[in-house]
């Protein structure tokens, strides 16, 4: 069964920078997608950014271009984020998920973690 485990939230003020973590277990597509979504609240759960795991094609939400680079070890089966230069509208909870390739819709969800960005 497919585990995703989120971890690297927390509290940082507004120009500071986290790192999240996404640690995958029993994904047995052959070719496949991961990514980062958010939800504030009150409001819907939106794409970040995403991860082509084997070609590592990137993409990005325009909000996050150039503060937000999405990333994997393969070797580990962990996905990152890398968020700098965070600002208060980034205040959610992230989630990690995994999409097969061939997929309409992403397959798995982590349990998410909170990330909260004080001005």
């Known amino acids: 069964q497919v585990q995703l485990v989120e971890s690297g939230g927390g509290l940082v003020q507004a120009g500071g920078s986290l790192r999240l973590s996404c640690a995958a277990s029993?994904?047995?597509?052959?070719?496949?997608?991961m990514s980062w979504f958010r939800q504030a609240p009150g409001k819907e759960r939106k794409f970040v950014a995403a991860?082509?795991?084997?070609?590592?094609?990137?993409y990005y939400e325009e909000s996050v271009k150039g503060r937000f680079t999405i990333s994997r070890d393969n070797s580990k089966n962990t996905l990152y984020l890398q968020m700098n230069n965070l600002e208060p509208e980034d205040t959610a909870v992230y989630y990690c998920?995994?999409?097969?390739?061939?997929?309409?819709?992403?397959?798995?969800w982590g349990q998410g973690t909170q990330v909260t960005v004080s001005s």
């Open positions: 029993g994904v047995t597509f052959s070719d496949y997608y």
């Open positions: 998920g995994v999409k097969d390739y061939g997929s309409a819709s992403w397959d798995y």
């Open positions: 991860i082509r795991w084997i070609a590592g094609n990137t």
